[in-house]
């Protein structure tokens, strides 16, 4: 069988999510079984109405949206910390039992970053990952431990984003 490699698509440009969702759908099409599981995002996105459409991809994301973690209270930080952590296990553990081929974390690199989850479980996860598993992380400002664990880095670097002249997000583009 194949050896599982290590994905990283960082930076701060536009289309880290939209990288690993083009890998998911290329890797369910190929009959493999896809786990993406979003970290900080809980509210609606146009990618969510199609992959539940698709075979092969199960997606696990927070129950409901907190917005950006600047604004949080306490409360709510320790509530996503709960819940980040949560799906951190559900995850670790499906790929463990062999549910899955495919296992993308999106946005763990900034919820790593925010503290917002167990860093050690996800660090002991990606030195002990199933040697079978295909895993990708995404989120800016990927810690140099992971970089260096990774088979693939991908750079996403913005040169200009419309946000910068008072283009607010896209329905469709942006969600």
């Known amino acids: 069988y194949m050896k ?16 690993a969702l083009g890998l998911a759908i290329r890797a369910a099409g190929r009959n493999k079984r896809v786990l993406f599981v979003q970290f900080f995002k809980g509210g609606d996105s146009g990618e969510l109405h199609i992959l539940k459409n698709i075979p092969n991809i199960d997606l696990l994301r927070l129950t409901k949206r907190y917005g950006f ?18 799906l951190l296990c559900k995850a670790i553990q499906q790929a463990q039992d062999g549910a899955c081929d495919l296992l993308i974390l999106d946005e763990v690199i900034s919820a ?53 002249s008072g283009t607010a997000a896209r329905e469709g583009v942006e969600f």
Do not use: C
Not at 4 to 15: N, Q, V
Not at 69 to 86: A, G, N, P
Not at 144 to 159: G, L, P, S
């Open 4 to 19: 599982g490699l290590i994905h990283i698509y960082t930076g701060d440009g536009k289309g880290k999510t939209t990288a």
């Open 69 to 86: 973690y600047k604004d949080l209270i306490e409360k709510q930080k320790s509530e996503v910390y709960r819940e980040h952590t949560d």
């Open 112 to 164: 790593y970053q925010h503290s917002t989850l167990d860093r050690a479980a996800l660090a002991a996860f990606l030195e002990n990952k199933p040697r079978s598993l295909e895993l990708v992380l995404t989120g800016r400002n990927a810690p140099e431990q992971f970089i260096a664990m990774a088979d693939y880095v991908t750079e996403m670097r913005k040169i200009k984003h419309p946000y910068e």
